[in-house]
């Protein structure tokens, strides 16, 4: 059997710029992770995640075409997934066959409530992960990237795809995403391989180096928000002055985020998150798109209280909020107000591969 894992992922900051080429983004990679296993079938495959069900979901193949036995099914990543990793297999000469493959996650609590831990993009990267395995496909880390971003752009038709990266590199990365259409374009007329071997425009993904002294707190809402949704509601305000006021900006803050990473230097980087909160509040005003709602404001304000920089996490609109701290600060007393609050803080840590292995 083929067991395989995708960490889950936190914005750190960046949000909604990203998803325009060459604005970037800072995101790191959690230690809670999406599992897939894959072993050979005969006839008939399967796919299975508790997430959906205990049942598994039977498939067989037509003209070498992944085709399932229902017609209503909740597993669209996973397929998108599938259908991309094995038309690259066939390009490279490798011959299809039935597996079953299993599903576990961790990105969601034990009724099932998402965190907005990135579990869309980690079950799309674990699932490419385990097929490269089973067909021997030996993709590298950039590969892998692509062939998982080509299937969830396949389901969700929006976003920058960073969870992706995260899931893909693992640790903090400055996140710069490519020109979709061009992709997309290419993706018509020329093979997946030429595609997936050529370089992407303006696609940018650079690992950072943490300072010593800087931790990470994560506390969640209880509130799920749906990202596809906030993102294409703030997407109508794109045509709008303000909003390449908010790109420029976005870029400049988020420049100097990564310029603190690299010069150890926390006060910059805690600097910097404050302002990119105040620019999301921005586009607030300018979109109508609640991002940091009355949760996710107390979640900031109280951290701020306790010596923390502090904003929400990815698309907003509940889910997580993130602080930045010195690591010599007490955490206690802010936990225990964030949990009088209502506030669940996540025990979560940021998650590396090892350098001598791809999986986890």
């Known amino acids: 059997m083929i067991e395989v894992s995708a960490p889950g992922k936190l914005y750190i900051a960046g949000e909604y710029a990203v998803v325009e080429p060459g604005h970037p983004a800072i995101i790191v990679a959690i230690d809670q992770f999406i599992s897939v296993s894959i072993e050979p079938a005969k006839k008939i495959g399967s796919i299975q995640s508790a997430q959906y069900s205990d049942l598994p979901i039977r498939w067989t193949r037509r003209k070498n075409e992944l085709v399932?036995?229902?017609?209503?099914?909740?597993?669209?990543?996973?397929?998108?997934?599938?259908?991309?990793?094995?038309?690259?297999?066939?390009?490279?000469?490798?011959?299809?066959?039935?597996?079953?493959?299993?599903?576990?996650?961790?990105?969601?609590?034990?009724?099932?409530?998402k965190y907005g831990l990135g579990s869309s993009g980690a079950v799309t990267v674990a699932t490419v992960k385990?097929?490269?395995?089973?067909?021997?496909?030996?993709?590298?880390?950039?590969?892998?990237?692509?062939?998982?971003t080509l299937a969830h752009l396949n389901v969700q038709g929006n976003g920058s795809c960073g969870d992706i990266a995260a899931s893909c590199y693992g640790g903090w990365l400055a996140f710069s995403t490519f020109d979709h259409d061009w992709v997309l374009k290419r993706l018509e007329a020329?093979?997946?391989?030429?595609?997936?071997?050529?370089?992407?425009?303006n696609l940018q993904i650079e690992p950072l180096q943490v300072p010593e002294d800087l931790r990470l707190l994560i506390g969640w809402t209880g509130s799920p928000a749906s990202t596809s949704d906030l993102v294409d509601q703030v997407h109508q305000s794109r045509y709008d002055n303000s909003y390449e006021n908010f790109l420029t900006d976005s870029k400049n803050c988020v420049d100097q985020m990564i310029l603190g990473f690299k010069q150890n230097n926390v006060p910059l980087i805690q600097k910097m998150i404050r302002r990119n909160r105040q620019l999301l509040n921005q586009l607030t005003s300018l979109s109508n798109v609640s991002i940091e709602t009355e949760e996710l404001k107390r979640l900031n304000d109280l951290a701020e209280k306790y010596g923390g920089a502090a904003k929400s996490s990815g698309a907003g609109g509940g889910d997580c909020g993130i602080v930045i701290i010195d690591k010599r600060a007490g955490?206690?007393?802010?936990?225990?107000?964030?949990?009088?609050?209502?506030?669940?803080?996540?025990?979560?840590?940021?998650?590396?591969?090892?350098?001598?292995t791809h999986e986890s």
């Open 68 to 113: 399932l036995d229902i017609r209503d099914n909740p597993f669209h990543y996973i397929l998108a997934a599938i259908h991309f990793t094995e038309k690259f297999a066939q390009e490279k000469g490798k011959k299809l066959a039935f597996f079953d493959l299993k599903v576990t996650s961790e990105l969601d609590n034990s009724n099932g409530r």
């Open 130 to 148: 385990a097929l490269n395995v089973f067909y021997d496909l030996q993709l590298s880390q950039l590969e892998l990237f692509k062939l998982a």
């Open 190 to 201: 020329e093979k997946l391989t030429t595609l997936i071997e050529s370089t992407w425009p």
């Open 331 to 356: 955490i206690l007393p802010l936990m225990s107000s964030w949990e009088k609050a209502g506030i669940t803080p996540l025990p979560l840590h940021v998650f590396h591969f090892r350098e001598d």
